[in-house]
């Protein structure tokens, strides 16, 4: 079926280590997001990339990396993982409507079923 | 400073009442306004959007009501049922990027 998987469901890493959460979509859209949900905070921006190489900070970009070689993949990496990143993370794709039109338009997000993160 | 603001932040409503919750930004450049509907263990889904040109939009039992001057938007859930109960998210966004609310979590009662 077509949408966006997240690997993986569930993970426990460590205070230290570097763990690589992956979002895969099938639409081709030219949009993809990063977003953490924790409790009181809603959602918060991490990362997001408008096209293949092209990637942007978010509001809470620190102690993360990501990249974008192929328009399907956006893998998630913390490079030394903190008890503060304990987290449900959510990726997110969205379509660039409207191209032909001036102003361009936004369009909603389709999000994954997230991957909660426990860092010990 | 946190750019949308959502209210309440819990709502308990019986079967068949009205659901309101609403929401506040800050930043006039946004332009488009979408509700999401999230339940346990899911991903949020989008329950309905609003552009700034037009003041209401109906779909069904969902209703969002926006104040372009007042700069506040706001979702009505009418005759709600219990299925109804999940965590709903306003959401402002520009350029692409979405701001999030920080939620509400909604019980419809039977």
């Known amino acids: 079926d077509a949408g966006i998987t997240q690997s993986p469901r569930y993970k426990i890493t460590e205070t230290g280590r570097q763990v690589t959460l992956m979002c895969h979509q099938t639409w081709s859209h030219s949009y993809m997001f990063w977003y953490r949900q924790d409790l009181g905070h809603g959602l918060r921006l991490i990362y997001y990339?408008?096209?293949?190489?092209?990637?942007d900070k978010g509001e809470v970009p620190d102690g993360y990396v990501v990249s974008r070689s192929k328009t399907e993949n956006f893998p998630l990496t913390l490079e030394s993982a903190t008890r503060s990143q304990t987290s449900v993370y959510f990726c997110a794709s969205s379509e660039l409507a409207g191209q032909s039109l001036s102003p361009v338009y936004n369009s909603p997000l389709h999000f994954g079923n997230g991957t909660r993160l426990t860092v010990t | 400073q946190q750019q949308v603001k959502q209210s309440p932040q819990s709502l308990i409503v019986q079967k068949g009442g009205i659901s309101i919750i609403n929401c506040a930004y800050e930043?006039?450049?946004?332009?488009?306004f979408p509700w999401y509907q999230q339940f346990p263990g899911k991903g949020p889904a989008l329950l309905i959007a609003i552009r700034p040109d037009v003041s209401e939009k109906k779909e069904g039992r969902f209703t969002i009501s926006f104040n372009k001057s007042a700069k506040q938007f706001s979702l009505h859930i009418m005759d709600s049922q219990p299925g109804d109960s999940a965590t709903y998210f306003c959401a402002a966004t520009r350029a692409g990027k979405s701001t999030f609310g920080d939620g509400t979590t909604l019980t419809v009662k039977p």
């Open positions: 990339s408008a096209a293949a190489d092209i990637t």
């Open positions: 930043n006039t450049a946004f332009d488009y």
